[in-house]
């Protein structure tokens, strides 16, 4: 077979805690010095130690924005991840894998899960083999895939006395980086860099990161001398002059780093997965140099004692006149559901980062699903103005911060920002993030009253009704700027009424906001159109399938197919208009969903009078890959695809 340079989709996998995520990032890290581009997602378990966790990452020399479904490159050092995984390996790859292990037995594996050791048995059975390590790789060579065996404890043995150090020789835990070392050999990558990412990852400490500098040195020298008489790996990465432009990111960092540009200077949140990073990198990053004066500024953050009040806290802030967010996912937010209608008729912005995950209830705490996109619209009773809008991939998540920031501020209501599990457990390089792109808008904010705001009995008139529904919201604590916030109707003054007159003139005020901001916020922060306009096939999505479904429409443009991509991005008020001229005259509407029933279609069927012809949808918790999109749109091209297809790969 020939050589494939820098095309790479590599996969490690092993126990939680056991190293897979550093590995990966190591990896990463080493990729983006290389100059080359990388997209990369985490999957793991919702228990802390033990069960099966891998990691996905693929490289290009071109930007690249999914995931696909062939492994090129497995790198394995426990039992689990070769029964898992193995049978994903494409022709012409290769698997790194433990040699001490071959002969264990898949019901020796205690954290193989009976429905999954059924389908593995099945598969080995069928090719008339037994169910050991050793049965699974031979299933993997006779379909053309090439096997790397490493023995990592006596490497960890020989390791430790050319370094005089015995304890070494007891510490599993390195297998991780050794693993990983092997199959930088295997691509005939430059172990100079990969030096420098294991420097970088371990950076707060100097004597591991030297550690694990020299037992990645002494595993790639052994890997390359072992398998030299192979004919080689077919997948090689070289390094290419590195952008200074592009960086490496972390999904959870984004989000994170967009609130520290926009101002936020309190956030609140009850630990969940997976909204917990969010405010865990704010906590890591809390002291903030001040571009202006070059002094330093700080973020509030707080664990508080539940989501009801994370949010209550946060709105408390916003009434103080801070910059606030709360970070949650879907069961928190249920929670905060009562506060989120508190804030709506107070009138107070308020920003909610919405990590969703797969429900309902506890559902799959650390799974992907886009199922909150109603929950988001409608939450709470009653009716009341909120904003709901999605970023596709993490590049988006950075510059959305900051807008939804100012939507909250300018039009005075809560923003739900939706943000998903694939977003915050992926990587990848981008561009560096362009503060002169960003612009504060604080909207209508008096830092003093006026004789014309203040009502018949000398107090502020917080709720003013006037021809505008925006009237100038005023910290508490203001000098001579008395009002009243409660949770039931109110007068301009914020006292309590039932009077069905003004009740009528409050409920205009807050409810045509929204139709303000429908009017004022950019088409481009609406609705996207990517690919052909003319294409008679259009997409329909929202959120991260993004990255997948742009991937697939470059492949389907190589196979003669035109097709056309609307990413909605504003949800809540939905921007109708542009939507329906964005869908123009194409004969095929495409609804793709990370759900079971097509919310965004039922949006558009709704909004647009428009019902989507089909209706591509996943919900097994992990996010839909390119070539999912690509095989899916090529039936529907075809004609040959049923109305409703569900997408089922993933480990």
Request: charged share 25%; aromatic share 8%.
């Amino acid at each position: 077979m020939p050589e494939l340079v820098n095309s790479l989709n590599w996969v490690i996998g092993g126990a939680q805690g056991s190293g897979v995520d550093s590995a990966a990032n190591i990896f990463s890290r080493a990729c983006a010095l290389a100059g080359l581009h990388v997209f990369g997602k985490r999957e793991y378990y919702s228990n802390i130690k033990g069960e099966h966790s891998y990691f996905t990452v693929r490289v290009a020399e071109t930007p690249i924005r999914s995931h696909v479904d062939n492994i090129n490159m497995l790198v394995s050092f426990d039992a689990e991840t070769v029964f898992r995984h193995s049978s994903d390996v494409s022709e012409g790859g290769g698997i790194i894998y433990n040699a001490d292990i071959a002969e264990t037995k898949i019901d020796e594996v205690p954290t193989i899960d009976d429905h999954a050791s059924a389908r593995i048995k099945k598969t080995l059975e069928k090719a008339g083999l037994g169910f050991s390590v050793q049965d699974a790789l031979e299933h993997a060579r006779s379909r053309g895939v090439v096997l790397y065996p490493m023995p990592y404890f006596q490497l960890l043995e020989e390791f430790a006395k050319k370094v005089n150090d015995p304890a070494l020789s007891k510490l599993t835990r390195m297998t991780n980086v050794m693993a990983l070392s092997a199959s930088m050999a295997l691509t005939d990558f430059d172990s100079g860099l990969l030096a420098r990412a294991i420097q970088f990852i371990f950076k707060a400490k100097k004597r591991v990161a030297e550690t694990n500098v020299q037992a990645a040195d002494f595993t790639y020298n052994y890997a390359k001398a072992k398998f030299a008489d192979q004919n080689g790996f077919r997948y090689k990465l070289q390094a290419k002059p590195a952008d200074k432009d592009i960086i490496l990111v972390q999904g959870n960092q984004s989000s994170a780093m967009g609130k520290m540009v926009a101002g936020c200077r309190f956030q609140t949140y009850y630990p969940i997965t997976p909204a917990s990073d969010d405010s865990e990198f704010l906590e890591s990053n809390d002291v903030l140099d001040l571009y202006d004066s070059g002094d330093k500024g700080s973020t509030v953050v707080v664990q508080t004692e539940d989501e009801i009040a994370a949010i209550a806290m946060a709105i408390g802030g916003a009434l103080a006149g801070s910059r606030v967010a709360t970070a949650t996912s879907g069961p928190g937010f249920s929670l905060m559901a009562e506060a989120l209608g508190w804030a709506g008729i107070n009138e107070v912005p308020v920003v909610v980062s919405l990590y969703q995950r797969a429900g309902p209830s506890t559902g799959l705490p650390t799974r992907h699903e886009q199922g909150d996109l109603n929950f988001a619209i409608n939450a709470g009773h009653g009716e009341f103005p909120r904003i709901v809008f999605a970023s596709g991939d993490i590049e988006e998540s950075f510059y959305d911060t900051i807008k939804v920031f100012n939507f909250a501020e300018k039009y005075q209501m809560p923003i739900i920002h939706m943000l998903d599990k694939a977003i915050a457990n992926s990587v990848m390089t981008c561009r560096v993030f362009d503060t002169n792109k960003t612009r504060i808008d604080r909207g209508l904010v008096a830092d003093k009253i006026s004789d014309s705001d203040r009502g018949a009995a000398g107090n502020y008139l917080r709720f003013k009704l006037s021809d505008s529904p925006l009237s100038p919201r005023i910290p508490l604590g203001t000098e001579n700027a008395i009002f009243w916030n409660t949770g039931d109707e109110h007068t301009e003054e914020g006292h309590i009424t039932e009077d069905p007159e003004l009740r009528v003139q409050m409920m205009d005020k807050r409810m045509s906001k929204l139709d303000l901001a429908l009017r004022e916020i950019a088409d481009e922060d609406k609705a996207v159109l990517y690919g052909n306009p003319d294409a008679d096939i259009v997409l329909v999505s929202w959120g991260s399938t993004k990255g997948a479904i742009l991937d697939a429409i470059d492949r389907l443009q190589k196979d003669g197919i035109s097709v056309k991509f609307i990413q909605v991005r504003l949800l809540n008020p939905f921007p109708s208009d542009l939507v329906r001229s964005l869908l123009g005259n194409s004969k095929t509407v495409v609804d793709i969903e990370m759900n079971y029933s097509g919310q965004l279609g039922s949006l558009v069927r709704q909004h647009v009078g428009r019902q989507p012809d089909y209706l591509v949808v996943k919900y097994n918790g992990r996010p839909m890959s390119l070539d999912e999109v690509y095989n899916a749109v090529r039936r529907i091209s075809s004609g040959n695809a049923p109305r409703r297809q569900v997408l089922k790969n993933g480990t």
